[in-house]
């Protein structure tokens, strides 16, 4: 074939993989419109689009800013131009704070309604009413089925009334199980020397996370007012360690300099590996600086054989995006990190709760904002991108000196604290050619799979993974941001491989377009069989 044939077959071949990239599917159940998120605005850095696909899921709060009326606070699933595929709307009592939501297997979230919690499962529409409550946060303990609360109390020291939490752990039917008691580690000399009060109560520790970590059986505690957040044996109730101002750590910033504090009155920690974590500081009364107001998205790194933490990475946003209350930070797969700058109002301008995703050359890839409308405002807690079964990469050909093999990345639906079983399927022409099972990683890590292509035959061959969750999600049927992936067309060892599904499109769609490629190829001389 002479380079301007060749040239030509590469150009359709491009302009072919694009149009399928961008052929949608529609498998959603339903979708609906809803004024707060049409007076919402989303941007993308044109020059950095590698936002991380899928669906947000977050509950949104309206409010008048005169006499602080609550107009309505609804959980949303939506695409990220704001589209709704999921709502449901939430009770008028209580705190924003207290109904956070996330998913606990791939059709079921839990979430909090006015201190309550419950059990949603989307597909089915059924609700579970938990028989527990509590504050700021719900926890599942899958090895238990159990789940972890925050209960708020009141304690008088020398006259005053200072409120403080308790860990409750608690079964299905509601019998405690479990708890703990943070003043077991603090005492009225932590309070927060810019007198932090609610409710006419001096506010103590304000915890607003628990996470649990079943690997190592221990619970996260973030205390927001007391800058520290301590890892607790569950089994025993034995505070192994405390990191931030009150902690055992010595730490660092990013610069590598050493500082008493690193963090002022953070939300939403979470776990992301090892030895990482990610929290969203809110840099509300700073200690170093009350004047600051840079709120930012922070990961830390710990060394606990040394006792040393440090800031590996955070992007430290600007004055109007400045949060004193509320906030998450949430890592993607893609390693961009998903933020909420979630007040109703920043200084120097006019919006109410800001999402955005940041990669880690710190460049806002995706942004959605809430700008006041009116005298109304708007406000987000937290934040989780999902999607609706699991993530397969583009497939990598690795050639070995003894076997040549396929290898895929996969992942689980979403940011999971729990492993899931899943199955996969290795399809080449239609025939499944290989099954088996694999389990998703904690907290959204990848796994591969791999398939050994030497006792192909020659010619060409299309090749596909497709990969079930738990519930018999498969990867290339949910929906158009389920996988990833590419069509390409190599030789290997005299054959001709496409690799491809794994883009959430229709299969008739993809036959059709592939058996075109296929015959004009073909005719040119690209895919001809060499002979032995």
């Given at each position: 074939?002479?380079?301007?044939?060749?040239?030509?077959?590469?150009?359709?071949?491009?302009?072919?993989?694009?149009?399928?990239?961008?052929?949608?599917?529609?498998?959603?159940?339903?979708?609906?419109?809803?004024?707060?998120?049409?007076?919402?605005?989303?941007?993308?850095?044109?020059?950095?689009?590698?936002?991380?696909?899928?669906?947000?899921?977050?509950?949104?709060?309206?409010?008048?800013?005169?006499?602080?009326?609550?107009?309505?606070?609804?959980?949303?699933?939506?695409?990220?131009?704001?589209?709704?595929?999921?709502?449901?709307?939430?009770?008028?009592?209580?705190?924003?704070?207290?109904?956070?939501?996330?998913?606990?297997?791939?059709?079921?979230?839990?979430?909090?309604?006015?201190?309550?919690?419950?059990?949603?499962?989307?597909?089915?529409?059924?609700?579970?009413?938990?028989?527990?409550?509590g504050h700021h946060d719900f926890e599942r303990n899958y090895a238990n089925n159990t789940y972890f609360v925050l209960k708020g109390g009141v304690i008088e020291i020398n006259g005053s009334e200072y409120l403080y939490d308790k860990i409750h752990e608690y079964s299905q039917e509601g019998d405690l199980v479990w708890e703990f008691n943070t003043l077991d580690?603090?005492?009225?000399?932590?309070?927060?020397?810019?007198?932090?009060?609610?409710?006419?109560?001096?506010?103590?520790?304000?915890?607003?996370?628990?996470?649990?970590?079943?690997?190592?059986?221990?619970?996260?505690?973030?205390?927001?007012?007391?800058?520290?957040?301590?890892?607790?044996?569950?089994?025993?109730?034995?505070?192994?360690?405390?990191?931030?101002?009150?902690?055992?750590?010595?730490?660092?910033?990013?610069?590598?300099?050493?500082?008493?504090?690193?963090?002022?009155?953070?939300?939403?920690?979470?776990?992301?590996?090892?030895?990482?974590?990610?929290?969203?500081?809110?840099?509300?009364?700073?200690?170093?600086?009350?004047?600051?107001?840079?709120?930012?998205?922070?990961?830390?790194?710990?060394?606990?054989?040394?006792?040393?933490?440090?800031?590996?990475?955070?992007?430290?946003?600007?004055?109007?995006?400045?949060?004193?209350?509320?906030?998450?930070?949430?890592?993607?797969?893609?390693?961009?990190?998903?933020?909420?700058?979630?007040?109703?109002?920043?200084?120097?301008?006019?919006?109410?709760?800001?999402?955005?995703?940041?990669?880690?050359?710190?460049?806002?890839?995706?942004?959605?904002?809430?700008?006041?409308?009116?005298?109304?405002?708007?406000?987000?807690?937290?934040?989780?991108?999902?999607?609706?079964?699991?993530?397969?990469?583009?497939?990598?050909?690795?050639?070995?000196?003894?076997?040549?093999?396929?290898?895929?990345?996969?992942?689980?639906?979403?940011?999971?604290?729990?492993?899931?079983?899943?199955?996969?399927?290795?399809?080449?022409?239609?025939?499944?050619?290989?099954?088996?099972?694999?389990?998703?990683?904690?907290?959204?890590?990848?796994?591969?799979?791999?398939?050994?292509?030497?006792?192909?035959?020659?010619?060409?061959?299309?090749?596909?993974?497709?990969?079930?969750?738990?519930?018999?999600?498969?990867?290339?049927?949910?929906?158009?941001?389920?996988?990833?992936?590419?069509?390409?067309?190599?030789?290997?060892?005299?054959?001709?491989?496409?690799?491809?599904?794994?883009?959430?499109?229709?299969?008739?769609?993809?036959?059709?377009?592939?058996?075109?490629?296929?015959?004009?190829?073909?005719?040119?001389?690209?895919?001809?069989?060499?002979?032995?």
């Open positions: 074939m002479n380079s301007q044939t060749k040239n030509k077959a590469s150009s359709i071949l491009i302009i072919l993989i694009i149009c399928l990239s961008l052929t949608p599917s529609s498998s959603f159940l339903q979708t609906s419109s809803f004024s707060i998120v049409q007076v919402g605005k989303s941007t993308i850095n044109e020059e950095s689009t590698n936002r991380f696909e899928g669906y947000n899921l977050f509950v949104v709060e309206r409010r008048s800013s005169l006499g602080w009326t609550m107009i309505n606070r609804t959980m949303l699933i939506t695409d990220l131009d704001g589209n709704i595929y999921f709502e449901r709307e939430l009770g008028y009592s209580g705190t924003l704070a207290d109904s956070a939501a996330e998913f606990i297997n791939s059709t079921t979230i839990l979430y909090g309604d006015a201190g309550h919690a419950y059990l949603w499962n989307i597909e089915t529409d059924v609700t579970k009413y938990l028989n527990l409550t580690v603090v005492n009225e000399s932590y309070w927060c020397p810019f007198e932090d009060m609610e409710s006419g109560f001096r506010d103590l520790t304000h915890s607003n996370t628990v996470f649990y970590d079943e690997t190592e059986d221990v619970i996260y505690l973030n205390m927001r007012n007391i800058n520290t957040f301590y890892k607790i044996d569950h089994k025993t109730g034995k505070v192994l360690w405390g990191l931030g101002e009150f902690g055992n750590f010595t730490l660092y910033d990013i610069f590598g300099y050493q500082q008493e504090n690193i963090f002022f009155h953070t939300h939403s920690l979470e776990k992301t590996g090892n030895n990482t974590f990610l929290v969203f500081d809110n840099d509300m009364h700073n200690q170093t600086n009350a004047n600051n107001l840079n709120s930012r998205l922070l990961e830390m790194t710990v060394d606990e054989d040394k006792m040393i933490a440090n800031v590996s990475w955070h992007w430290i946003s600007t004055v109007d995006y400045f949060s004193g209350w509320w906030g998450d930070c949430d890592g993607l797969p893609n390693n961009n990190v998903l933020g909420v700058f979630g007040a109703t109002g920043h200084p120097e301008t006019e919006y109410g709760a800001r999402l955005v995703e940041v990669n880690r050359n710190q460049e806002i890839v995706w942004e959605y904002n809430f700008p006041k409308v009116g005298d109304e405002v708007f406000g987000v807690y937290k934040i989780e991108r999902v999607r609706f079964a699991p993530i397969v990469s583009t497939p990598r050909f690795i050639e070995e000196v003894n076997a040549s093999y396929l290898e895929w990345d996969v992942w689980y639906n979403f940011r999971s604290k729990t492993k899931f079983d899943g199955t996969y399927y290795v399809d080449i022409d239609g025939v499944a050619v290989e099954t088996g099972q694999i389990e998703f990683p904690l907290f959204w890590q990848s796994t591969q799979v791999q398939y050994l292509v030497d006792e192909l035959t020659a010619g060409s061959h299309n090749i596909s993974l497709i990969v079930s969750d738990e519930a018999g999600h498969l990867s290339n049927e949910s929906d158009r941001y389920s996988s990833t992936g590419s069509i390409i067309i190599t030789k290997l060892i005299g054959k001709s491989l496409i690799f491809g599904l794994s883009i959430g499109i229709p299969s008739s769609v993809l036959f059709i377009a592939l058996t075109i490629l296929f015959i004009f190829l073909k005719k040119k001389g690209f895919l001809k069989r060499k002979r032995g």
